[in-house]
């Protein structure tokens, strides 16, 4: 059965329209992929321009209607934008709703705007994909409030989320070190964690490093660094790594 994924911004010019290329592009068969916007106006040059750049096609993009869209068609809704969200967010609240929040390259006055928002894009969107494919099946956190509180209401969990969120990649050596838990309990927590979605790995020679997945919800990416600020006590400096 096909996925289907409707990205969502105000005007459908930018943001969205490059996400639904790129994701369109990445995912080939898997996913039927659209975009539409709130007040939707026309393609920005500038963002077609940037996904050609990239090498992502841009045939058939154009600017479309929220409005004009059935709501039970997707199984996935994303917003780029914070109006977007909270003007969208509560009708599809059964679609697997996920919050991103990109700044908008058309307002911007840096002259590489939208090329540094294709390539943001096309990094979190791989991210997704990633966990779409290896998670096919299995629960995972992308729109799931109460399984994140519980997950971070465990306190090793919790210690491991907040050391990542300070020094961004550990290997499991590094957290034995830093909780003085056992390999064999680190790794099971970590497993869990990757199979909610919360963090992805990469596997480097004889080790590997977890990192926060970068696919997350923007609420739940600054949920886990605001309580990592404000609670010193559970980060521990690193300073060996692996060797």
Not at 211 to 233: E, G, S
Request: aromatic share 8%.
């Amino acid at each position: 059965m096909t996925t289907k994924v409707l990205f969502l911004c105000t005007a459908n010019s930018a943001r969205s329209l490059m996400a639904e290329a790129i994701l369109r592009q990445f995912g080939n068969d898997e996913l039927e992929v659209y975009s539409a916007g709130t007040e939707p106006t026309q393609p920005e040059p500038k963002a077609l321009e940037a996904l050609q750049a990239l090498g992502v096609s841009t045939e058939g993009l154009g600017s479309k209607a929220v409005s004009d869209l059935s709501i039970d068609e997707f199984d996935y809704v994303i917003s780029l934008c914070d109006r977007a969200r909270s003007e969208c967010q509560l009708q599809y609240k059964e679609n697997h709703f996920i919050a991103w929040d990109f700044p908008d390259p058309v307002s911007s006055k840096k002259n590489n705007a939208f090329k540094k928002t294709a390539h943001e894009l096309s990094d979190r969107i791989k991210m997704f994909l990633l966990i779409l494919r290896k998670n096919s099946g299995k629960p995972h956190l992308f729109n799931a409030p109460e399984d994140f509180f519980k997950i971070m209401a465990d306190p090793l969990r919790l210690t491991m989320i907040s050391l990542l969120a300070k020094h961004k990649e550990l290997c499991v050596c590094e957290f034995v070190d830093a909780t003085a838990m056992s390999q064999p309990k680190v790794s099971r927590h970590l497993a869990q964690l990757r199979e909610y979605g919360l963090l992805i790995d990469r596997k480097d020679q004889r080790w590997v490093y977890y990192q926060l997945n970068p696919a997350l919800p923007d609420w739940m990416r600054k949920i886990i660094i605001t309580t990592a600020d404000y609670n010193p006590q559970l980060i521990k400096d690193i300073d060996n790594g692996c060797v």
